[in-house]
Protein backbone atom coordinates (compact mmCIF):
# COMPACT_ATOMS: atom_id res chain seq x y z
CA UNK A 1 0.00 0.00 0.00
CA UNK A 2 1.56 3.25 -1.17
CA UNK A 3 1.94 5.94 1.45
CA UNK A 4 0.02 9.07 2.22
CA UNK A 5 2.11 12.39 2.76
CA UNK A 6 1.41 15.63 3.15
CA UNK A 7 4.96 17.76 2.78
CA UNK A 8 5.58 21.38 3.55
CA UNK A 9 7.77 23.61 1.52
CA UNK A 10 8.37 26.64 3.21
CA UNK A 11 10.55 28.44 0.33
CA UNK A 12 11.95 31.13 1.62
CA UNK A 13 10.39 32.29 4.08
CA UNK A 14 10.01 33.09 7.98
CA UNK A 15 13.55 33.48 9.46
CA UNK A 16 15.58 31.17 11.92
CA UNK A 17 13.43 32.72 15.06
CA UNK A 18 9.69 31.91 13.60
CA UNK A 19 11.04 29.02 11.46
CA UNK A 20 11.86 27.37 14.72
CA UNK A 21 8.76 28.43 16.20
CA UNK A 22 6.77 27.30 13.34
CA UNK A 23 8.24 24.00 13.59
CA UNK A 24 7.11 23.93 17.38
CA UNK A 25 3.54 24.95 16.94
CA UNK A 26 3.61 21.81 13.92
CA UNK A 27 4.95 19.50 16.31
CA UNK A 28 2.42 20.05 18.81
CA UNK A 29 -0.42 19.75 16.61
CA UNK A 30 1.07 16.36 15.56
CA UNK A 31 0.93 15.58 18.48
CA UNK A 32 -2.65 15.36 19.00
CA UNK A 33 -3.09 13.70 15.79
CA UNK A 34 -4.85 10.32 16.31
CA UNK A 35 -2.39 7.60 17.07
CA UNK A 36 -3.37 5.56 14.13
CA UNK A 37 -3.36 8.39 11.90
CA UNK A 38 -0.91 6.67 8.74
CA UNK A 39 -0.40 10.01 6.71
CA UNK A 40 3.46 10.90 6.68
CA UNK A 41 3.98 14.51 7.42
CA UNK A 42 7.05 16.61 5.88
CA UNK A 43 8.33 19.54 6.93
CA UNK A 44 10.85 21.43 4.60
CA UNK A 45 12.05 24.51 5.97
CA UNK A 46 15.43 26.83 4.74
CA UNK A 47 18.86 25.33 4.90
CA UNK A 48 19.55 27.77 7.53
CA UNK A 49 17.07 26.43 9.70
CA UNK A 50 17.05 22.69 9.21
CA UNK A 51 19.49 21.44 12.09
CA UNK A 52 17.80 24.07 14.94
CA UNK A 53 14.29 22.35 13.14
CA UNK A 54 15.74 19.13 14.18
CA UNK A 55 15.82 19.50 17.68
CA UNK A 56 12.71 21.43 18.27
CA UNK A 57 10.63 18.05 16.51
CA UNK A 58 9.51 14.47 17.19
CA UNK A 59 11.47 12.87 14.14
CA UNK A 60 9.40 9.98 13.98
CA UNK A 61 6.87 11.55 13.81
CA UNK A 62 7.58 14.75 11.56
CA UNK A 63 10.28 13.90 8.28
CA UNK A 64 12.66 16.71 8.08
CA UNK A 65 13.42 17.65 4.35
CA UNK A 66 15.50 20.20 2.67
CA UNK A 67 14.65 22.07 -0.48
CA UNK A 68 17.26 21.25 -2.65
CA UNK A 69 21.18 19.57 -2.27
CA UNK A 70 24.20 20.43 -4.79
CA UNK A 71 24.98 18.57 -7.78
CA UNK A 72 28.49 17.73 -6.80
CA UNK A 73 29.11 15.79 -4.09
CA UNK A 74 31.70 17.72 -2.37
CA UNK A 75 34.63 20.61 -2.51
CA UNK A 76 34.97 23.94 -4.32
CA UNK A 77 31.34 24.91 -4.46
CA UNK A 78 31.35 27.96 -2.65
CA UNK A 79 28.09 28.12 -1.18
CA UNK A 80 26.73 24.53 -1.90
CA UNK A 81 25.14 22.49 0.41
CA UNK A 82 25.79 18.48 -0.13
CA UNK A 83 23.55 15.67 0.14
CA UNK A 84 25.86 14.27 2.17
CA UNK A 85 25.99 17.25 4.75
CA UNK A 86 22.29 17.20 5.04
CA UNK A 87 22.11 13.58 5.77
CA UNK A 88 24.58 14.23 8.28
CA UNK A 89 22.00 16.95 9.94
CA UNK A 90 19.09 14.64 10.25
CA UNK A 91 17.95 15.47 7.13
CA UNK A 92 16.03 12.35 5.69
CA UNK A 93 14.27 13.71 2.38
CA UNK A 94 15.32 16.20 -0.38
CA UNK A 95 12.79 18.50 -2.94
CA UNK A 96 14.76 17.78 -6.15
CA UNK A 97 13.60 19.97 -9.06
CA UNK A 98 11.07 22.44 -7.93
CA UNK A 99 9.81 24.74 -11.06
CA UNK A 100 10.90 27.63 -8.74
CA UNK A 101 14.77 25.99 -9.21
CA UNK A 102 14.17 24.82 -13.18
CA UNK A 103 12.97 28.77 -14.04
CA UNK A 104 14.70 30.83 -11.42
CA UNK A 105 18.31 28.65 -11.31
CA UNK A 106 18.21 27.06 -14.53
CA UNK A 107 18.42 23.45 -13.75
CA UNK A 108 18.30 20.75 -15.91
CA UNK A 109 16.70 17.93 -16.23
CA UNK A 110 20.48 16.57 -16.37
CA UNK A 111 21.35 18.41 -12.89
CA UNK A 112 18.10 16.78 -11.54
CA UNK A 113 18.89 13.43 -12.79
CA UNK A 114 22.57 13.95 -10.77
CA UNK A 115 20.75 15.13 -7.43
CA UNK A 116 18.46 12.26 -7.60
CA UNK A 117 21.28 9.96 -7.76
CA UNK A 118 23.40 11.81 -5.20
CA UNK A 119 20.13 12.08 -2.60
CA UNK A 120 19.60 8.17 -2.94
CA UNK A 121 23.72 7.46 -2.38
CA UNK A 122 23.63 9.73 0.99
CA UNK A 123 20.08 7.84 2.05
CA UNK A 124 17.95 10.58 1.19
CA UNK A 125 14.14 10.72 -0.25
CA UNK A 126 13.95 12.22 -3.03
CA UNK A 127 10.74 14.56 -3.44
CA UNK A 128 11.10 15.25 -7.33
CA UNK A 129 8.46 17.50 -8.75
CA UNK A 130 7.25 17.54 -12.17
CA UNK A 131 4.39 19.71 -14.04
CA UNK A 132 3.98 22.20 -17.32
CA UNK A 133 3.57 25.64 -17.50
CA UNK A 134 0.37 27.53 -18.49
CA UNK A 135 1.51 27.73 -22.28
CA UNK A 136 2.06 23.84 -22.12
CA UNK A 137 -1.52 23.71 -20.97
CA UNK A 138 -3.05 25.47 -22.97
CA UNK A 139 -1.47 24.22 -25.72
CA UNK A 140 -2.84 20.97 -24.82
CA UNK A 141 1.25 19.51 -24.69
CA UNK A 142 1.26 18.73 -20.90
CA UNK A 143 1.61 15.35 -21.09
CA UNK A 144 4.71 15.17 -23.23
CA UNK A 145 6.20 17.82 -21.05
CA UNK A 146 5.70 15.89 -17.83
CA UNK A 147 6.41 12.25 -19.47
CA UNK A 148 9.73 14.51 -20.67
CA UNK A 149 10.47 15.27 -17.20
CA UNK A 150 10.33 11.75 -15.80
CA UNK A 151 12.39 10.46 -18.78
CA UNK A 152 15.43 12.48 -18.08
CA UNK A 153 15.14 13.13 -14.39
CA UNK A 154 13.98 9.84 -13.35
CA UNK A 155 13.59 6.73 -15.45
CA UNK A 156 17.30 5.97 -15.70
CA UNK A 157 16.85 4.23 -11.90
CA UNK A 158 17.13 1.20 -11.04
CA UNK A 159 13.49 -0.29 -9.97
CA UNK A 160 15.40 -1.04 -6.40
CA UNK A 161 16.22 2.65 -6.64
CA UNK A 162 12.82 4.37 -8.34
CA UNK A 163 10.68 2.74 -5.55
CA UNK A 164 12.28 5.18 -2.96
CA UNK A 165 11.33 8.32 -4.71
CA UNK A 166 8.73 10.48 -3.95
CA UNK A 167 6.69 12.44 -6.86
CA UNK A 168 4.95 15.34 -7.32
CA UNK A 169 3.37 16.97 -9.74
CA UNK A 170 3.12 20.62 -9.33
CA UNK A 171 1.33 22.35 -12.20
CA UNK A 172 3.25 25.87 -12.63
CA UNK A 173 -0.07 28.02 -13.37
CA UNK A 174 -1.64 26.33 -10.11
CA UNK A 175 1.60 27.50 -7.90
CA UNK A 176 1.01 29.99 -5.35
CA UNK A 177 -1.55 31.81 -7.78
CA UNK A 178 -4.65 30.56 -6.25
CA UNK A 179 -6.00 28.75 -8.68
CA UNK A 180 -6.02 24.89 -8.15
CA UNK A 181 -6.37 22.53 -10.90
CA UNK A 182 -9.64 21.04 -10.66
CA UNK A 183 -9.87 17.63 -8.55
CA UNK A 184 -10.26 16.49 -12.04
CA UNK A 185 -7.54 17.99 -13.81
CA UNK A 186 -5.18 16.49 -10.74
CA UNK A 187 -6.42 13.19 -11.28
CA UNK A 188 -6.10 13.03 -15.01
CA UNK A 189 -1.86 13.72 -14.41
CA UNK A 190 -1.50 11.56 -11.42
CA UNK A 191 -3.29 8.38 -13.17
CA UNK A 192 -1.25 8.96 -16.37
CA UNK A 193 2.04 9.66 -14.31
CA UNK A 194 1.13 5.78 -12.47
CA UNK A 195 0.50 4.49 -16.50
CA UNK A 196 4.17 5.51 -17.34
CA UNK A 197 5.64 4.91 -14.60
CA UNK A 198 3.64 0.81 -14.47
CA UNK A 199 5.01 0.82 -18.56
CA UNK A 200 8.31 1.54 -17.53
CA UNK A 201 8.58 -0.45 -13.98
CA UNK A 202 5.67 -2.72 -13.94
CA UNK A 203 2.49 -2.23 -12.11
CA UNK A 204 3.55 -3.42 -9.19
CA UNK A 205 5.91 -0.45 -8.22
CA UNK A 206 3.95 2.32 -10.13
CA UNK A 207 0.92 1.14 -7.65
CA UNK A 208 3.58 1.73 -4.72
CA UNK A 209 4.75 5.28 -5.94
CA UNK A 210 3.48 8.23 -4.03
CA UNK A 211 2.63 10.93 -6.40
CA UNK A 212 1.39 14.17 -4.22
CA UNK A 213 -0.13 17.23 -6.24
CA UNK A 214 1.06 20.47 -5.46
CA UNK A 215 -0.17 24.33 -6.54
CA UNK A 216 -2.34 26.30 -4.52
CA UNK A 217 -3.35 23.11 -2.20
CA UNK A 218 -5.60 24.51 1.15
CA UNK A 219 -7.77 23.59 3.54
CA UNK A 220 -10.61 24.44 1.52
CA UNK A 221 -9.64 22.07 -1.02
CA UNK A 222 -7.16 19.31 0.05
CA UNK A 223 -9.83 16.93 0.44
CA UNK A 224 -11.42 16.75 -2.70
CA UNK A 225 -7.94 16.69 -4.53
CA UNK A 226 -7.10 13.84 -1.73
CA UNK A 227 -10.49 12.29 -3.11
CA UNK A 228 -8.84 11.20 -6.01
CA UNK A 229 -7.78 7.48 -6.29
CA UNK A 230 -4.35 8.57 -8.04
CA UNK A 231 -3.41 11.53 -5.52
CA UNK A 232 -1.74 10.56 -2.84
CA UNK A 233 -1.80 13.75 -0.54
CA UNK A 234 0.13 16.97 -1.52
CA UNK A 235 2.95 19.57 -1.70
CA UNK A 236 1.85 22.76 -0.10
CA UNK A 237 3.98 25.70 0.08
CA UNK A 238 2.09 29.05 1.16
CA UNK A 239 -0.31 26.87 3.23
CA UNK A 240 2.25 25.13 5.06
CA UNK A 241 3.56 28.50 6.98
CA UNK A 242 0.12 28.74 8.88
CA UNK A 243 0.48 25.51 11.57
CA UNK A 244 -3.32 25.13 11.58
CA UNK A 245 -3.63 25.45 7.72
CA UNK A 246 -0.97 22.92 7.39
CA UNK A 247 -2.77 20.69 10.40
CA UNK A 248 -5.81 20.81 8.47
CA UNK A 249 -4.28 19.93 5.05
CA UNK A 250 -2.98 16.28 6.71
CA UNK A 251 -6.20 15.77 8.29
CA UNK A 252 -7.85 15.78 5.34
CA UNK A 253 -6.59 12.77 3.65
P1 LIG B 1 1.62 26.98 -3.16
O1 LIG B 1 0.93 25.96 -2.28
O2 LIG B 1 1.98 28.24 -2.45
O3 LIG B 1 0.86 27.21 -4.43
O4 LIG B 1 3.02 26.34 -3.60
C1 LIG B 1 3.06 25.04 -4.04
C2 LIG B 1 4.47 24.63 -4.14
O5 LIG B 1 5.21 25.14 -4.95
C3 LIG B 1 4.96 23.61 -3.20
O6 LIG B 1 6.22 23.16 -3.57
Not at 142 to 161: A, C, D, M, R, T
Not at 169 to 184: C, F, K, L
Not at 194 to 222: E, M, Q, V
Amino acid sequence: MRKKIVAGNWKMNTNLQSGIALASQINKLVKNLPDDSKTGIVIAPPFLHLSSVQGAIDNEKICLASQNCAAYPKGAYTGEISAKMLQSAGVKAVIIGHSERRAYFGETDETLSTKVDLCLENNLKPIFCCGEQLAERQSGNYFNIVQNQLLKGLFGLSPENFERVIIAYEPVWAIGTGVTASAEQAQEMHKFIRAIIADKYGSLIADDTTILYGGSCKPSNAKELFSQPDVDGGLIGGASLKAEDFIEIVKAI
